[in-house]
């Protein structure tokens, strides 16, 4: 974590702060990263819960289940007990109360609007977990969809984050190779896909996502997202 200084925080592994002059393709997570979608995800899944006669989880809980995609944060929200038959109810459910209240209480993290606006001229991508559908219309109703080439969730590719292979469509599809980027994340879901994908990590200092940062250290450590800009130098044109 940063002190209260305002700046960013570098990998101690590093002898000198990592160079960003080379970074001409960005990568972002969603959840905990660009958005604060923690309490209409907290409601959903306890809603689910009432729905299949279990006992509603404390809020701590089911953070610590989000990041690994839908189906997994349901199975674990029922229980080991639970059968796929069970789960794949729950899930539909889930899914369909979500994408009913997506937008309740979910809202931009401060600077997130600013900074992405600042870093437009970057070809600049979503990777989640979280079910493509509800990612789009999530960005598309806080106006944040327009500053992104290519938005990629859960349910996009054979495997989820931190498998690279959606890092590596995004790098192929932008003509970039993977030390020509950065992925910016909350959790270690996402610095584990940096490192599979061979990009430099950025982990923010906010966000709700599970981090063990001595376990998955980033390359730096972001207060705010405006942090990033100043990163990467002068904007391109």
């Known amino acids: 974590m940063t002190s209260g200084e305002a700046l960013p925080y570098y990998n101690i592994r590093f002898m000198a702060a990592p160079s960003f002059s080379s970074i001409r393709a960005l990568i972002f997570d969603l959840d905990g990263t660009l958005i604060d979608s923690q309490r209409d995800l907290i ?14 989880l404390h809020e701590v809980t089911i953070s610590g289940y989000i990041g690994h995609g839908a189906p997994q944060l349901v199975r674990r929200a029922l229980g ?3 059968g796929d038959q069970e789960c794949e109810r729950a899930l539909q459910f889930f899914l369909s109360h979500y994408n009913e209240h997506k937008l309740d209480n979910t809202r931009a ?10 870093l437009s001229a970057y070809p600049m991508a979503v990777l989640t977990n979280k079910p493509v559908r509800v990612s789009v219309r999530i960005l598309e109703g806080l106006g944040l969809s327009k500053y992104f080439r290519a938005v990629y969730g859960g349910n996009s590719f054979e495997t989820k984050k931190p498998d690279p292979l959606g890092a590596h469509t995004i790098l192929r599809e932008f003509a970039a190779s993977p030390n020509e980027a950065i992925l910016i994340g909350d959790s270690e879901v996402d610095v584990q896909t940096a490192r599979n994908a061979g990009t430099l990590a950025a982990a923010v200092n906010y966000g709700f996502g599970t981090h063990d940062r001595a376990a998955y250290p980033a390359d730096v450590y972001l207060d705010c997202l405006t942090d990033l800009g100043p ?6 044109q």
């Open 109 to 118: 993290y401060p600077g997130v609007p600013e900074a992405l606006e600042h």
């Open 231 to 236: 990163l990467l130098g002068k904007r391109r």
């Open 80 to 82: 080991g007990n639970a």
């Open 43 to 56: 409601l959903s899944v306890n809603t689910m819960l009432q729905e299949m006669g279990r006992e509603e």
